[in-house]
């Protein structure tokens, strides 16, 4: 599975957007790159996932360079409920690995 | 619709016991997914289950760590001869199918804390 790399936090202030970029150097051809965000006491909540170019949802958008080493999850006009640790993920959907590998994450703190 | 419980949400426990955690995933869910998380990590894979069997088990820590799914739907995580070190909260999750990357739904998970 491919490592990842976050920042450990991050501050922002409400009503800004929010981007919060992941390292993935030795993306595999066949990965994806999905994040989940997981607040205090509760279990990771998935969140957007890619494979290239941008993906965008009701909740976020993330974009991916033509390289694929990297991806930034973009949060529009973030609120004080979107505090979280935000966590970046990159495997293969069809391959045998069912878990989940998670990395330490990175914590988003928004201020008022 | 129900999401993902777990039960007891808060374990305390004293050194040397034997615990059981519970999980009941989401209806129709045939995936679940063992993670135990320690404090300022991401959760850590544990065990996955594909219906009744351990289909893969490769995170289990030690022998001390076992979990069944004796009907293919509320899963027992067991812990015998509990440490300080397990101490953590463990989280369930299950998904839809068996392909790799189905959405995983998380429960709100177990605080084991061993005194």
């Known amino acids: 599975l491919a490592k990842t790399t976050q920042p450990i936090s991050m501050d922002s202030y409400e009503g800004q957007e929010v981007n919060i970029t992941c390292s993935h150097n030795?993306?595999?051809?066949?990965?994806?790159i999905t994040w989940y965000q997981q607040f205090p006491s509760q279990g990771p909540r998935f969140i957007i996932q890619?494979?290239?170019t941008k993906v965008t949802n009701e909740v976020a958008s993330l974009f991916i360079p033509a390289d694929r080493k990297s991806s930034t999850l973009s949060l529009p006009r973030v609120s004080l409920s979107d505090t979280a640790v935000y966590y970046c993920l990159v495997g293969d959907p069809s391959g045998s690995a069912r878990q989940l590998t998670f990395g330490s994450g990175t914590q988003l703190t928004v201020l008022p | 619709g129900a999401g993902v419980s777990q039960t007891p949400s808060n374990k305390v426990t004293e050194k040397g016991k034997y615990v059981e955690l519970r999980c009941d995933p989401i209806s129709g869910h045939t995936a679940l997914y063992w993670y135990r998380q320690s404090l300022g990590q991401g959760p850590e894979f544990l065990i996955y289950f594909q219906g009744t069997g351990a289909a893969d088990d490769s995170g289990l820590p030690n022998d001390r760590f076992f979990a069944v799914r004796p009907e293919g739907s509320v899963s027992t995580l067991k812990i015998q001869r509990t440490e300080r070190g397990d101490s953590a909260v463990y989280l369930c999750?299950?998904?839809?199918?068996?392909?790799?990357?189905?959405?995983?739904?998380f429960g709100p998970g177990t605080r084991l804390t061993v005194l």
């Open positions: 030795n993306i595999a051809t066949n990965d994806y």
């Open positions: 999750a299950s998904s839809l199918g068996a392909g790799g990357y189905n959405e995983q739904f």
């Open positions: 890619g494979y290239k």
